[in-house]
């Protein structure tokens, strides 16, 4: 595969970030993690992600509020949803307000992976994701 995908990942929890960034960088993903979406909104006004995962519940700033900033720089960026919730109401808003797709809680870095694999075909960068690999 010739180009990365640069992809953004900001969940609170550090976990959540330990474990899918070696996942997505097995499928050729660039990816930075953060937990603090301070700080992630910063590093969005600075650059341009082909992809961001966000959850959609944090304290201060939620995941719609990320995807809305993400939506006004860079209406190319895919946005998928990571809720630990089963809240499709707040899944549902986040869609109607342009969020690719979303992922529930828990889920395997290989469910991810596909959803990733989804948002770059969309983008015109295809990813090989084999389904029965290992994480």
Request: aromatic share 4%; hydrophobic share 45%.
């Amino acid at each position: 595969m010739d180009a990365q995908l640069h992809v953004l990942l900001l969940d609170d929890e550090p976990i959540v970030g330990k474990r899918l960034k070696p996942a997505l960088a097995k499928i050729g993903c660039d990816v930075e993690v953060f937990e603090d979406p301070r700080l992630a909104l910063a590093r969005i006004d600075e650059q341009e992600f082909d992809i961001v995962v966000t959850d959609i519940r944090m304290d201060e700033i939620d995941g719609i509020q990320v995807l809305e900033r993400v939506a006004a720089k860079s209406p190319r960026t895919k946005v998928i949803m990571i809720t630990g919730y089963a809240m499709m109401s707040l899944a549902r808003e986040a869609m109607d307000k342009g969020a690719f797709d979303f992922i529930a809680k828990p889920f395997q870095p290989n469910d991810l992976r596909k959803v990733i694999a989804k948002a770059a075909e969309a983008l015109g960068t295809p990813l090989k994701v084999e389904s029965g690999e290992a994480v």
